[in-house]
């Protein structure tokens, strides 16, 4: 018998990115015949009675979600705080983490794998690695097909579900070379073209971007 796996969307949104990568493993692994179950967290947080069955009964726990200011969102956070004080739903499960991010550079990511290898160091559940997977804004739930290093980081991915169908461990080599190469040229254009986002953002919002920082104030 195939061990059940629990695909857990940790985003706000039921059909983001997020989603897509659980969608695929859901597919990779059901095709080689493992039980599956994907809950999304944000909902089922009210109704934390099947939250918690959900996660007694799996065997492996997978979390996928977007990466908000280097790690997973807070309620995910808070929601992993309020499982460590269930300790009589971890009994030993293998736990695997998807983090997604609109940079393309893993280690601006990876923060939150580390969070999650945290956690099992404290409960009874065992770390077994991560994907880290930039861009991911871009897509916007569309396909990954749609990224311009598709093929590589399909290719990637389906070597990391490999591992979970396995319940083996996944080392960060795995998405490194899944890492979307930036030309240098293009440095430049990215950080104006992203500084202009936050700016409008910050106006929108009613502050002045020329301002100089309160934290600079020599008084």
């Given at each position: 018998m195939h061990e059940?796996?629990?695909?857990?969307?940790?985003?706000?949104?039921?059909?983001?990115?997020?989603?897509?990568?659980?969608?695929?493993?859901?597919?990779?692994?059901?095709?080689?015949?493992?039980?599956?179950?994907?809950?999304?967290?944000?909902?089922?947080?009210?109704?934390?009675?099947?939250?918690?069955?959900?996660?007694?009964?799996?065997?492996?726990?997978?979390?996928?979600?977007?990466?908000?200011?280097?790690?997973?969102?807070?309620?995910?956070?808070a929601f992993l705080?309020?499982?460590?004080?269930?300790?009589?739903?971890?009994?030993?499960?293998?736990?695997?983490?998807?983090?997604?991010?609109?940079?393309?550079?893993?280690?601006?990511?990876?923060?939150?794998?580390?969070?999650?290898?945290?956690?099992?160091?404290?409960?009874?559940?065992?770390?077994?690695?991560?994907?880290?997977?930039?861009?991911?804004?871009?897509?916007?739930?569309?396909?990954?097909?749609?990224?311009?290093?598709?093929?590589?980081?399909?290719?990637?991915?389906?070597?990391?579900?490999?591992?979970?169908?396995?319940?083996?461990?996944?080392?960060?080599?795995?998405?490194?070379?899944?890492?979307?190469?930036?030309?240098?040229?293009?440095?430049?254009?990215?950080?104006?073209?992203?500084?202009?986002?936050?700016?409008?953002?910050?106006?929108?919002?009613?502050?002045?971007?020329?301002?100089?920082?309160?934290?600079?104030?020599?008084?």
């Amino acid at each position: 018998m195939h061990e059940k796996k629990l695909l857990i969307n940790a985003s706000p949104r039921t059909n983001g990115t997020s989603f897509v990568l659980l969608q695929m493993c859901k597919t990779y692994l059901e095709d080689k015949g493992h039980r599956c179950e994907l809950i999304h967290l944000y909902p089922s947080m009210n109704n934390k009675d099947e939250l918690w069955k959900s996660i007694k009964n799996a065997d492996i726990l997978i979390i996928c979600g977007p990466c908000y200011i280097n790690t997973y969102p807070a309620d995910t956070i808070a929601f992993l705080e309020e499982l460590s004080t269930h300790k009589e739903l971890l009994h030993g499960q293998s736990l695997y983490g998807i983090i997604q991010g609109g940079m393309p550079y893993v280690h601006t990511h990876e923060s939150g794998l580390s969070l999650l290898d945290m956690f099992s160091r404290k409960c009874d559940v065992i770390y077994k690695g991560g994907f880290v997977m930039g861009m991911g804004a871009m897509l916007n739930g569309q396909p990954v097909n749609n990224l311009p290093n598709s093929k590589t980081i399909i290719r990637q991915l389906n070597i990391f579900f490999d591992y979970i169908e396995k319940d083996e461990e996944s080392t960060s080599e795995v998405y490194q070379k899944a890492q979307f190469k930036v030309p240098n040229f293009l440095f430049g254009i990215m950080a104006k073209r992203m500084n202009r986002i936050i700016d409008k953002d910050l106006k929108k919002n009613g502050i002045d971007v020329k301002r100089s920082s309160p934290y600079l104030d020599s008084n």
